[in-house]
């Protein structure tokens, strides 16, 4: 028996994309819409139901923020600008959170069925993405209502959102992969989010620490991915006269350093969702 | 013509750890803990090819390898050593309706499972409608599948898995579940299969079913091929392996690598109560056994073999002329052979105090495969029954069979076909 005359093709065993990008693509797509139907299926108030979460959050902030701490006071448009950004946490929220535990949700589907392992939690981002699609028009709604103009920056949404999509992507592929191994994933990263969401302008504006500690501002914005972010979202969309990303991050060198941080996690989170994928069928 | 699947030499070990570590935080504590851990090698070196349009069986019991080759095969495992080629598009199907979401209708699962085994998405649409029909779903469609019955969801499941244009198709044990009328109609869909021409390896514990499909077959013992041919010969030599051991000390299972196959038959079970006994003294039945065709005792006696029955009676006193002979029970107490020196020998000896003597029945196995319970007894000449010694359930065996019926016997027969 020799290996020459062997027909057909080599099995290589389970890979993150597969042979096929476009099976991977059209499988993640799939389940996507599949999961995205799912929430709204037979419940007539699903939209509601959607909205619901984000905006809780901004009736309590707005409240907590406008009456009794004075934070967001004399910020030009603040409700809309704590609104999107409890938008766009939500997004991250959602995406993660369901994302760290997907890969062991799908046990039965990993188990037994051959398919591109990234497709999963790609889904579940993609997923969360049409959410952030649906409560954007929420936003909108709410801006128009308030009187925000609309500026010729909001061009910048594709790629910030692109931003805020690779932030994430990186995120839910390292801890989707690594919580097969280990379960104190979870916890941890419910820590993580928690002071994500401390650690980034959303309800307290960025100025709020530029008049106090200017460094700390940059750094905060430099660092954090999803603050340069979130305070690009406001000078774009909603307040030119607000400081873009790389204003409030101290220079375009700054920026630079938040978007390597950006690539680097994404990289970070491919490379180590390609090496376990191979092995999570045996590992669960 | 190149074969439709080859696999060199493959190997696949899993880790075994002996303490797992499961969270971050131990990991952290106790950096060395992981090294410690042990590998169970669950396939070694497994070579073989199957020829296109073939019908390969892989048998073996629980945790010889047999679902870790399939899904090596099926791209779910990667191995450690070793290759394996696919000539053609391939289908696995471990478990029927993986991935079915409850929630939605039959269409929509058809069209995520079909995307999920590799279709593109106007393929599946294409195909569904011929699916439902094939299911006999057309009336339910639209009902969400968890309010289907157990039959109408296997009834899709197999539906997808038959329209999904496979050159091979890896199919493991799906037949194990479905009504009498469903298993029918998945053996109908085997037959179509083979028919038209396509590769399959087919995974199983039922070597009826082996030896009805399968063209040729592969015994797994440990990881290792260790038969390989002709469906039949492998058949026998599957239940020598299996109740060789079963026969043997009970020995603990080895771990099944999923947990998922079904538990070793338990021989224990079919154990008599409490074996009673009628003597008189005069003699008495010391041991029974029964030989295989070779004349070596054995547990186990493969159906359609020359086999016999023997036992061992030591006299005390002086008895002329006693009868020899025993009953054999089945499992439902039903006594479905019996034997005597009273038809065959008027006179069998006249045996002294201290006289010891084996007598042996031999006899033709046409019994149906089970387990089978020898009772022998020695008697007085003459009329009535006067039991010298009698021992219920004295000895018992196994008999091998790849057919499986219904009934005590499974003699020799023909049927003739005559067109009227």
Redesign the interface.
Known sequence: MTTTNAPGRPLSGPTALGGDPRRFLRLTWTLAVTNFKLRFYGSALGYLWQLMRPLLLFGVLYVVFTQFVRLGGDIHDYPVVLLTGIVLFTFISEATSTGVSSIVANEALIRKVEFPRMAIPCSVVLTALFNLGLNMVAVVVFAVISGVDLHSSIIQLPVIVGALVAFVLGIVLFTSAMYVKYRDVQPIWDVILQMLFYGTPVLYPIEVVQDDFPRAAEWIVTLNPFAAIVQQMRHAAIDPTADSAAVAAGGWGHLALTGLITLAILGGGLLVFRRRAPYVAEEL | M???V?V?GLSKS?RVPSEQ?????E?VLHPLRAHRDERFEALRDV?F?VEPGEFFGIVGRNGSGKSTLL?????????DDG??????RLS?F??LG??F?M??AAR?NI??NA????L??RQARGREDEIIAFAGLEQFQDLKIKNYSSGMLVRLGFAIMAHVDADVLLIDEVLAVGDAAFQQKCYDQFNRIRDEGRTVLFVTHDMGAVERYCDRAMLLEKGEIVAMGKSHRVGQEYLRVNFADLHAAPEEPPPSE?GEEEAPTDASADEPEEPSRLTDGRAEIVRAWFEDSDGSESGALPHGSRCAFAAVVRFNEQVEHPLFGFVLQNDRDQTVFAASTAWTEERSGVFGAGDEVTYRVRFENVFSGGRYFATPAVAHRGAGIAWIDRREKFASTLVTSTRSTDAAVDIPYEIDLVPA
């Open positions: 190149p074969p439709a080859s060199q899993f570590v499961h969270t971050l935080k990991r070579s090819d899904k090596c095969l099926a791209g779910i495992y990667r191995a290759a394996a080629w696919i000539d053609g696995a471990i478990e993986v991935g979401n929630d939605l929509d069209r995520i995307v999920m085994l590799g593109s998405g999923d």
